[in-house]
């Protein structure tokens, strides 16, 4: 019995280690068709799965490999016209959360460009959120209150939550955003990176947070951090600031932009989105270039969709949910050897036991 079980086990060993551990997802872009005018696909949406542990928010994008997500033209954003696509390429749209903290990625084909100290002359990106029930994609919250008449209370229901990164003066793969020196102001602002955090009513009225025109709020902080990268970098121990433009003009490549925020934040008067896992959230991707050299206006900007995009936080529990089935051929397995590895050990006592002219060696004795 033991010469036929023992290579059989082995066997088993071999075999379970070949089985595959589910997978809940198809960790492969597809492409959203996206037509002309406002007709943006049905299912084209981002989804923050959970995985904690494997982004590091350095610009790179390479440990996103296995993340889902969506590719998209980006058409002019108040021009919403396949005609006029932008001409670099498309943007992937990725993210995942780890029970604290959303992790963003924004991977955009495109030759490089950098100015050293213009925002405007650099690639740039922002992300919007709705944060008021009736805030609209369209006219960044769609409040119809301008100038001294646009404030919390005639906008309330308004409001939107921007995140924009101007990477004029950021070194690449180095961390803006939140600091210490804004947040101790108690504004949404970076002074380092151009990082900042911002709401608005409309687009006449966006303020960074923390500032408004009924006052300043004491608790506001920049929540946002973020770091970029361009893939003609080629670096192994880092920048410093006087290594700018980092690469030279024009070489072809991909812009990486990454991105964390924790899920909730202590923000009082409607200036942040709040992340709830297992709920969906509303979103849009802005993206400026300065083509030809060129700087770019402030409305002068590509969008990956022509209204709010659905985004998901999923739960760590509904991945498992949806992966029960093969979490059941694992578990059979399993039972199959547990029921190999206790007749084996029935039969080494019984062997052991038959066996009492075996020598007890003692181990130091030899
Ligand atoms: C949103 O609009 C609806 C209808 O106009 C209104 O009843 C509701 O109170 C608004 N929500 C907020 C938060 O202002
Ligand atoms: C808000 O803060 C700014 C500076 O950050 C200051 O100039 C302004 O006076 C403050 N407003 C109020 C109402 O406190």
Known sequence: ????????????????????????????????????????????????????????????????????????????????????????????????????????????????????????KCPSVALMFQIGENATYSSMG?????????????????????MHFSIGNAIPGRLYGSNPIDNQEATGDDRFGNLVDLYAWNPHCQFLDGKGPLGNDSSAQNDWQGAWWHSSLTSHSGFVEKDSPYSSDGQKGTYYFEFSRPLRTVDRLQQDVQ?????????????????????????????????????????????????????????????ILSVVAFCISIYVAYWLSMAKSVPFTPIDRL
């Open 275 to 335: 992340f709830t896992i297992g709920q969906s959230t509303k979103m849009a991707v802005a993206f400026w270039y300065p083509s030809e050299g060129k700087a770019w206006g402030k409305s002068d900007h590509y969008s990956v969709s022509c209204d709010w995009m659905p985004m998901e936080f999923v739960s760590a529990s509904s991945i498992y949910a949806t992966s029960r089935g093969a979490w059941d051929a694992t578990s059979a397995f399993s039972l």
């Open 1 to 120: 019995m033991s010469r036929s079980l023992l290579p059989s086990l082995a066997l088993l060993l071999l075999v379970s280690s070949m089985v595959p551990i589910s997978e809940a997802h198809e960790g492969h872009d597809r492409e959203g068709p996206l037509g002309d005018g406002c007709s943006s696909s049905e299912d084209a949406r981002v989804v923050a799965e959970f995985r904690p542990g494997v982004v590091t928010v350095d610009g790179r994008g390479d440990e996103w490999a296995e993340a889902d997500g969506f590719e998209f033209s980006l058409l002019p954003a108040l021009d919403f016209d396949r005609d006029k696509e932008f001409s670099g390429g498309k943007m992937a749209v990725k993210a995942l959360h780890d029970g604290n903290n959303a992790y963003f990625l924004l991977r955009v084909e495109g030759d490089y460009v950098y100015t050293k100290g213009d925002g405007y």
């Open 142 to 162: 769609g409040c119809r209150k301008f100038g001294t008449e646009c404030n919390s209370r005639s906008c309330q229901g308004h409001e939107v939550d921007i």
